[in-house]
């Protein structure tokens, strides 16, 4: 006995179509280098942010007799890989303020010109980033700014005190 489907078609003809697909959208490999996917979808949305028309000007609308109102600004998203990339700096700059040991000799590592430079990386994305961070961006970038200048002044003045005096020299 064969059925058939209103149409007259063999039932057993047909075959379902149960299939699907798994998509792995993780933006680093296994072995932590960057997709291929990602990076083309990167330059895919520059290019295209680039090729987009400014945004036509509102008309001014007058508050007083010489002042314009500027138009409403949106409030800056948060964004994770920021956050990672402040992380990131911080935790290299705690590493050479000592926060971590060497694991060759288990003694803290202290490199208060590494320490500096890192310090003073930061100092440039906050300055450069003024008014572009979310509210927790913000909070982010000037706390650890404030505990890691306040570690490096503290490591400055240890390591001064535990310097000899130089002996003066006559000219």
């Known amino acids: 006995m064969k059925f058939t489907n209103s149409e007259g078609h063999f039932l057993a003809d047909q075959k ?11 933006p680093f490999t ?11 979808q990167e330059e895919r949305e520059a290019a295209k942010a680039a090729q987009a028309p400014p ?11 010489g002042k314009v109102a500027a138009p409403a600004k949106e409030a800056p998203r948060r964004s994770p890989a920021f956050e990672n990339l402040v992380r990131m ?5 705690a590493m050479v303020l000592g926060a971590y ?16 430079e890192l310090i003073d990386m930061l100092d440039a994305l906050h300055e450069k980033t003024q008014g ?16 890691l200048k306040m570690t490096y002044l503290e490591i400055s003045q240890a390591t001064a005190q535990a310097a000899p005096p130089r002996a003066k020299t006559r000219g």
């Open 16 to 26: 379902p179509e149960e299939t699907f697909r798994v998509i792995d959208r993780r």
């Open 89 to 93: 700096l911080g935790s290299n700059a």
């Open 101 to 116: 040991a060497d694991p060759r000799t288990g003694q803290p590592m202290i490199d208060p010109d590494a320490a500096r």
């Open 55 to 65: 945004p036509a000007p509102t008309a001014p609308t007058a508050i007083d007799a």
């Open 132 to 147: 572009n961070l979310a509210a927790d961006e913000e909070n982010l970038l000037a706390d650890l700014l404030g505990k």
């Open 30 to 40: 296994a072995e932590g280098e960057i997709r291929k996917e990602i990076v083309e």
